[in-house]
């Protein structure tokens, strides 16, 4: 038996180095790589998801590409067209529900209206009530409620679709409010809809009825609190 792997150049973690390692003896692993050759914008590589439509979107630190199985589509910053990419540096992708894509950069947010085929863009300004507080948004994700959660390097935002309005959580000094002012690695929401933020700086959760975030944090004197304070991701099993 013949097993394909479809390996986009410079993605691969140190776990699929092994992964031959876990295939029985007899079965065949053919790895087929991608690089800027074969139209890849380029291969320094941040994320990777795979929309519900089943394409690939691959954000580089060049440009964000659209990939069907076979060809990519590369979309780019055109500095004289308002509905291209703001950015061509991507950090994070986010699928929303409505199936549209949310696209953090290192100058703005941006959503991707399938429909309309183009970018609608979000830009800083920190002295606006209702606008995103800095630029390089290092992280985006959508809660089961239809927020959209940023997070840029001091504040945590949460934008409401419907009203088109953003509320801001600021760094405190105090660990019972507190959220990271260091880049997150990755929030999740549990089916009990609490948000869960993992940060350089302890893993976060969120208090919806005080609207406030609580943390996590080692403590050595404590075998039972977390074992670092650098979170790199937070999954929900089964139970």
Known sequence: MRIYLRILSLVIGSWLLFAPILIAQDQQVLVEHYSIEDDLS????????????????????????KFDGYNFTIFRNQPLDTNSLSNNYIHSICEDSNGDLWIGTNYGLNKYNYDEGRFVHFIADPAAEN????????YVYEGSQGYIWIKTLSFLSRYNPNTGRFRHY?????????????PTFSILEDYKGVLWVGTKDGLHFFDRE?????RYVHNPSDPTSISSNRIKYVYEDSK
Not at 131 to 138: G, H, I, P, R, S
Request: hydrophobic share 40%; glycine share 6%.
């Open 170 to 182: 600021e760094h405190y000094n105090d660990v019972f409010n507190f959220v990271s002012e260091l």
């Open 42 to 65: 380029q291969t320094a590589i941040n994320t990777v998801i795979q929309d519900s439509r089943g394409f690939l979107w691959i954000g580089t630190q060049d440009g964000l590409n």
């Open 210 to 214: 005080l609207e406030i975030f609580k």
């Open 131 to 138: 606008a995103l507080k800095e630029d390089e948004v290092y």
